[in-house]
């Protein structure tokens, strides 16, 4: 005899039937977020969006009701969803792995003058020509105090080939 349980998800007016295994596949992937959230200020949120995902693919899986979602179905939509980051700015796993901070450095590739504007546009997700647009206009009203702090990093900061290597370097 197999037991069958009713399942309420944020975000569903129907239950979902879940066999005991999927049943308990489920609660303890919760457990799991739960803790690993700890006293995130988002939990809740995290949490309740995690509900909504899980039930629009269980929706899918069984679209009338009556049908039993079994637990290696259960383990699938959970493997879809993927496990909980905390601080990775998605909560649903779907994320890029983390990245080293972005550091300051010259680019050598499409340079005009030493790389610094492309080296500060790509650290600071900035178009090239703007930043070069500040610099100029910068040292024009510093009277040239600006062209210094230019020169300085221009001698300073390493240099990168390519805006390619300085990506992989941030990985």
């Given amino acids: 005899m197999q037991t069958m349980i009713h399942v309420g998800l944020s975000g569903h007016a129907t239950t979902f039937l879940l066999d005991e295994d ?4 489920l609660r303890s992937y919760f457990e799991r977020a739960r803790s690993r959230l700890g006293n995130d200020p988002d939990r809740e949120e995290i949490l309740r969006d995690l509900e909504q995902s899980i039930g629009e693919k269980f929706a899918v899986l069984s679209p009338s009701d009556g049908r039993v979602i079994a637990g290696n179905e259960v383990d699938a939509v959970l493997g879809q969803v993927g496990m ?18 972005r550091r300051f450095c010259r680019i050598a590739q499409g340079k005009w003058i030493g790389g610094v504007c492309a080296g500060l546009a790509i650290r600071s997700d900035i178009r090239v020509d703007w930043v070069r647009t500040i610099f100029i206009l910068a040292a024009v009203f510093t009277g040239g105090t600006v062209a210094l702090v ?17 990506e992989e370097m941030c990985r």
Avoid at 22 to 25: A, D, E, F, T, V
Avoid at 93 to 101: A, F, V
Avoid at 150 to 166: H, M, N
């Fill in 84 to 101: 909980v980051n905390p601080g990775s700015g998605n909560e649903r796993g779907r994320h890029e792995p983390s990245m080293r901070p």
């Fill in 150 to 166: 230019y020169l300085a990093l221009l001698f300073a900061l390493p240099v990168v080939q390519t805006r390619d290597e300085y």
């Fill in 22 to 25: 999927g049943y308990r596949s």
